[in-house]
């Protein structure tokens, strides 16, 4: 019942000098404000790597070069090739889907529209490798591969970049180095995840790539996607085995292409991102304590201010616990406020980027608990002290205090 | 049967390095459902005695019996249950809580009390009701005149239905008119067997008390009868 009452006269004590209020909360709005933006992003882009990752399966295996340090002579990077894909796929121990990537950012016309996209060369597997969808017409073909047909499937925003509809496109011809190229399919929107966009690419059959566009056998990448059944470790070792018989890699020597799972790469950006994240909660955390002693000061100000009315609060029997009480209700309530409007601006801020940068959206509920408590503690904390020295005041002094 | 009975209080305050003697010996009987005034110039301590009789202040040396009880050892919580319980308090300049209504500020002795939130108002409003200001109790202080808040302040020092009612120059900011509506105000409740003790410059204020009581210098100068 006191603490009723206690709220009602802190709303009425802030009331009355809103300014001086809100300026005093304004540190805690921000470190809220900061904590739920930074949580909640950090969330979503947690949440998208693990859609990229449930999009791909977890499955996939990568191939990529790496530079061979053997000796003096040798430091330049050693290509993978597509010979190098294709000893995979003949190799029959597990029955794994081979999809080398050739890439490599290209002109790209259509009429008088002009764009640089990214091209990737591969295998029809590539499509159900990476779970891309059809939306449109129909993916190429081995023989496509074979025949080095000029054709090409869409990512969903290419036809944005060409400033037209993908219907328009569809069937018709696209220049790309001033080939033309017949569009054959587009693929759902995918959104962007881990790498780059496969919306805004343009995907072609291997040697249509090799041939006709890139003019090499050098490959990017490879995909290996394999049945559940193997261990990521024996897959792994199978890739080995095959590839440092491919590159005559003799006993002792190191490999001079590197293995990768996608397990092994989100862990290094879930770290980096959660570095990220410690630090900025750390520099919130320090802007509530700024604010904390922003709310103590301000509130040996109001106890000062406000002598006689707790002279008189004493005089009707108000003992010192209740003044204690109402002082550090109303340092919490101050910080309570500046909490809430923290949470309100962080939570828009969070939607606001994660709508622009179209992130998954996830309600930071947890922040919002977390944070908005912690700023209950800080004027706990803060507000002892000078509740202290209000409980402490001599009745008689007090109401005679000018 | 005496309701305060004081035995050589002393009151020393210490200011800088010196010390002042607010109240040098003062012994003192008061009966129940008496009426008193206190007279005396300015600095003579007459604040500083009513103070200590309205336990809102401890003595130096000398003891204070209310109700029969001592009560000038007690430690701050249990003064703060005898000023909620026994001791109504009116002011010169009013106190009263400038962002709460007239029921705000008559109900807050009864919130420190722990009445019951459903008879609080209830109670309050009678208490306004014998000061005939009804028609106000939902205005804040600066809607009020200084003889209305006076009588609110009044409402709120008897919510409790204290023992004793102390008034420390209750007519010092009011004009003659509204002084005297207060004062009659007090020989009213004094009739009703209310203990009174009015603190006051004026003789005409004093003359409305049985008796009074002239301080000097910190201590009883004279104590009279008023004859009626
Ligand atoms: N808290 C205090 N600290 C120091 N000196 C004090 C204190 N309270 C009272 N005094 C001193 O004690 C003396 C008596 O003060 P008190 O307020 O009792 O006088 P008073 O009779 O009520 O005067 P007035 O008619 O002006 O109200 C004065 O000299 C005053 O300065
Ligand atoms: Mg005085």
Sequence with gaps: MLVQESIGTAVDAIKA???????????????????????????????????????????????????????????????????DAIALSKDGEIPWQIAPEIRGSK?????????????????????????YELDSGKTFTENDSLARKRVVVLGSKVANELKTSSRALLNNEILINNISF?????????????????????????????????????IGSINVNFPVEYSTEEVMIAIERILRREHDIGPGEINNFSIRDWGQALDLQRQATSIFFALIIGIASISLLVGGIGVMNIMLVSVTERTR?????????????????????????????????????????????????????????????????????????????????????????????? | MSIIKTENLVRHFAVGTQTVEALRGVSLDIDRGEFVAIMGPSGSGKSTLMNIIGCLDSPTSGTYHLNNKN?????????????????????????????????????????????????????????IKSVDLESRAHHQPSELSGG????????????????????????????????????????????????????????????????????????????QKVLK
């Excluded at chain 1, 091209?119 to 159900?128: A, E, L, N, Q, Y």
């Excluded at chain 1, 054959?184 to 929107?189: A, C, D, N």
């Excluded at chain 2, 709460?100 to 109670?123: C, F, H, R, W």
Aim: net charge negative.
């Design chain 1, 17 to 83: 000098n809103k300014l001086r209020s809100i300026l005093t909360t304004l540190a805690i709005i921000i470190g809220t404000a900061a904590v739920i933006a930074m949580v909640a992003m950090g969330s979503s882009a947690q949440q998208a790597l693990n859609d990229s990752i449930t999009d791909l399966g977890a499955r996939t295996i990568y191939v990529y070069p790496s530079s061979s340090r053997q000796g003096a002579t040798n430091t330049s990077k050693v290509p993978l090739d597509i010979k």
């Design chain 1, 107 to 131: 002109q790209v016309k259509f009429k008088s529209e002009n764009a640089s996209l990214q091209i990737v060369g591969s295998t029809p597997d590539f499509f159900s490798i990476r779970g």
């Design chain 1, 182 to 218: 017949k569009v054959i399919g587009t693929i759902k929107e995918e959104g962007a995840g881990w790498g780059p966009n496969p919306d805004e690419q343009i995907y072609t059959p291997l040697y249509t790539a090799s041939d006709r566009i890139f003019g090499r056998e050098t």
């Design chain 1, 309 to 402: 009315e707790i002279g008189l609060r004493k005089a009707l029997g108000a003992t010192q616990n209740t003044i204690l009480l109402q002082f550090i209700i109303e340092a919490i309530t101050l910080c309570l406020i500046g909490g809430f409007i923290g949470v309100i601006l962080g939570t828009s801020i969070y939607f606001l980027i994660a709508f622009l940068q179209e992130w998954p959206i996830v309600f930071p509920l947890t922040a919002i608990i977390g944070s908005v408590t912690f700023s209950a503690m800080v004027g706990l904390f803060f507000g002892i002290w000078p509740a202290r020295r209000a409980a402490k005041l001599d009745p008689a002094i007090s109401l005679r205090y000018e």
């Design chain 2, 71 to 127: 009560v000038s050892t007690l430690d701050d919580d249990a003064l703060a249950l005898i000023r909620n319980h026994e001791i109504g308090f009116v002011f010169q300049n009013f106190h009263l809580l400038a962002r709460n209504t007239a029921l705000d500020n008559v109900m807050l002795p009864l919130k420190y009390a722990g009445i019951d939130k459903s008879e609080q108002e209830e109670i309050a409003m009678e208490v």
């Design chain 2, 148 to 223: 209305q808040q006076q009588r609110v302040a009044i409402a709120r020092a008897l919510v409790n239905k204290p023992s004793i009612l102390f008034a420390d120059e209750p007519t010092g900011n009011l004009d003659s008119k509204t002084g005297d509506d207060v004062m009659n105000l007090f020989t009213n409740l004094h009739k009703q067997g209310q203990t009174i003790i009015v603190i006051t410059h004026e003789i005409e204020v004093a003359n409305q008390a049985e008796r009074i009581i002239s301080i000097k210098d910190g201590k009883i100068f004279e104590d």
